[in-house]
């Protein structure tokens, strides 16, 4: 992956990562997910990534809709 991504979120809970993936996109945010998790049992974490032009705004998205 290039290297205008950071990563804003980190989880171990895919649906949720998907969940604020959609909804960043939906505010005009690109993002990605990197699922490192150990595909037998579900251990591991999954990032949310975003440009790094974007990264205030999507910690601002996080913050206002209180994803923990």
Known sequence: ???????????????????????????GIPAVTINKQLAAYNFGEINVLVNKVD????IEYIVQNEIE
């Not at 992956?1 to 895919?14: L, R």
């Not at 990264?55 to 999507?58: E, M, N, Q, R, V």
């Open 1 to 27: 992956m290039e290297e205008n991504w950071i990563k804003v979120y980190t989880t171990g809970d895919a649906f949720a990562a998907e969940v604020l993936k959609q909804g960043l996109t939906e505010v």
């Open 55 to 58: 990264f205030d705004k999507a």
